[in-house]
């Protein structure tokens, strides 16, 4: 929704733009276990630095429903 700097933070504006493994709109399934098809519609980082990726399920039966993953759980669809 807002990119840097951030209107919010102001002090966000001396960070360099992070870089991630997956961007929003990415087609993505887990690479293991349950598959849990869908679209990437956050990416941020944890307070400790560590990547998020939240997915979208586009499973008819549960479309809408989001899980938050890893980098290493996800593979691009």
């Given at each position: 929704?807002?990119?840097?700097?951030?209107?919010f933070f102001p002090?966000?504006?001396?960070?360099?733009?992070?870089?991630?493994?997956?961007?929003v709109g990415d087609?993505?399934?887990?690479?293991?276990?349950?598959?849990?098809?869908?679209?990437?519609?956050?990416v941020f980082r944890?307070?400790?630095?560590?990547?998020?990726?939240?997915?979208?399920?586009?499973?008819?039966?549960?479309?809408?429903?989001?899980?938050?993953?890893?980098?290493?759980?996800?593979?691009?669809?």
């Amino acid at each position: 929704m807002f990119g840097f700097p951030n209107p919010f933070f102001p002090w966000t504006s001396a960070l360099p733009e992070p870089s991630f493994a997956f961007r929003v709109g990415d087609r993505v399934e887990k690479a293991s276990g349950y598959k849990w098809p869908g679209v990437v519609v956050s990416v941020f980082r944890t307070r400790a630095g560590h990547e998020r990726i939240v997915v979208e399920c586009t499973v008819p039966e549960v479309a809408g429903a989001l899980h938050i993953y890893s980098p290493s759980q996800l593979v691009k669809a």
